[in-house]
């Protein structure tokens, strides 16, 4: 299995620290109203809310496509700011698999695709052959490296997205809506691709089972705050929490016997 975090200093105990964060879009809309957030190395955290909590923000902030407001992210001890050297390290450290592949894979292979992000770090040869194969294997697309993106099914792009963004060994990966658009299999096998990941990961999604199965620890975003953080069951045990930020787990689903389950399956 790749040793991503082993390559990191163990002193870096809190990949991601948000403090204060406080953001406006151009057009003058609050979308973030002080928000404090950390995750510890290796740590798994689902970001739950409803349309136009603001997760998408937050998530633009954590590796600087979005800047500006009142604040500070912080990622395996380095400061997100406009310092280009520190971005560079920052968008190496933290991936971001967006709920679109299509924005992510536009090279004629997959291998190309793949082999994007660690060519513009400088790497060649033999060095990011191997981060192909690494990054490819660990979504099990090693098969299809050859084929064009386009070609393959969107439950594949996403997986081949995933692998553009392994490929530059995250300390830290983020993942927007990942089980969005995905067959009941294809949802599966995401999920045991992504339990196995050596990455602290944070998931933004509305698919609340699918944060029970992958992620230890929840907050709710709702109206650019954080208005809940807990244990995933517990958040999702609790009707009244979700009903009131527009919430909802699937006819039937008992969060509690699900996590229950999900413990001896482990
Ligand atoms: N470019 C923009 N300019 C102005 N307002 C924006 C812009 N992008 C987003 N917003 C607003 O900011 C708020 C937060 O949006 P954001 O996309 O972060 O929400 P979200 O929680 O990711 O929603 P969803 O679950 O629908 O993806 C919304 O009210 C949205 O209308």
Redesign the pocket.
Known sequence: MIGYVDTLPAADLLSLDVRGLHYS???G?V?LRGVDLTVPRGGRLALL???????????LHLNGILAGGAGTVTVGGLTVDRDRATLAEIRRRVGIVFQDPDDQLFLPTVAEDVAFGPANLGLRGAELEARVVEALDAVGMTEHRDRAPQHLSFGQRRRVAVATVLAMRPEILVLD?PSSNLDPAARRELAAILRRLPVTLLM?T?DLPYALELCDRSVI?DA?RIVADGTTVELLADPELLARHRLELPYGFDPTLAARQLATHD
């Open positions: 879009y151009p057009d809309h979308a809310g409803p349309n136009g909590a603001g997760k998408t923000t937050l998530v809506e933004v509305h975003l650019g």
